[in-house]
């Protein structure tokens, strides 16, 4: 099972970039890498996913190195509103469903508090 | 779409109730998944379903807990007898059979006293 590491919080202020990395190491070929947004008292978000490269949309970029092993959720210009719990998360392909990564687990998150 | 429903959004009983969570998915997605969260363990995926029947159910902590999904929108998550340790929050999440990204419910915020 590919499991996740990624630091338990982080602080920034507004207006910085911020980039929370995931180790990954035991990632399996057909892995997607995907991330999620949690505020409190809700459900989490989908932010972005990806297989390898980068991959950006109108919220993050992710950056995801060759070795697959690790990924960067990359946030420009934070604000207070982006005060949240972050989750890396790889796809786990389920033994008897054959629409692989199904299994998404999700680890501890890195919690970021944005500050004025 | 309204996105995935889930009541109550609060449920305060007593230990040994029968409590029941119910969850409307998204229309049209083929997956549906239950959670629990708590401050000590997580995020923890008890049961998803595919087009109705239920896939893998490891996630279930024991037989006090049940889930069913008897049509394409709707699903129920209970438990019976409900104890203390059972509080929590308990999301529901949908999604397509082609996609990894998840829509989630609000959750119910369980308390068992």
């Known amino acids: 099972l590919a499991k996740t590491t990624q630091p338990i919080s982080m602080d920034s202020y507004e207006g910085q970039e911020v980039n929370i990395t995931c180790s990954h190491n035991n990632i399996a070929t057909n892995d997607y890498i995907t991330w999620y947004q949690q505020f409190p008292s809700q459900g989490p978000r989908f932010i972005i996913q990806?297989?390898?490269t980068k991959v950006t949309n109108e919220v993050a970029s992710l950056f995801i190195p060759a070795d697959r092993k690790s990924s960067t959720l990359s946030l420009p210009r934070v604000s207070l509103s982006d005060t949240a719990v972050y989750y890396c998360?790889?796809?786990?392909?389920?033994?008897?469903?054959?629409?692989?990564?199904?299994?998404?687990?999700f680890g501890g998150g890195t919690r970021l508090m944005v500050k004025p | 779409d309204a996105g995935v429903i889930q009541s109550p959004r609060h449920e305060v009983t007593e230990m040994g109730q029968e409590v029941t969570l119910r969850c409307k998915p998204i229309?049209?997605?083929?997956?549906l998944f239950w959670y629990r969260q708590t401050m000590m363990r997580g995020l923890e995926l008890l049961i998803y379903?595919?087009?109705?029947?239920?896939?893998?159910d490891s996630g279930m902590p024991e037989d006090r807990f049940s889930a069913k999904m008897p049509n394409a929108s709707f699903s129920t998550l209970k438990i019976q007898p409900s104890e203390p340790r059972d509080s929590a929050v308990y999301f529901c999440?949908?999604?397509?059979?082609?996609?990894?990204?998840?829509?989630f419910g609000p959750g119910t915020r369980l308390t068992v006293t």
């Open positions: 229309s049209g997605h083929d997956y």
């Open positions: 990806g297989y390898k």
């Open positions: 998360l790889v796809g786990e392909p389920h033994p008897t469903d054959n629409n692989a990564g199904n299994m998404l687990t």
């Open positions: 999440a949908s999604r397509l059979a082609a996609s990894y990204e998840q829509y």
């Open positions: 379903f595919n087009n109705n029947v239920p896939i893998d």
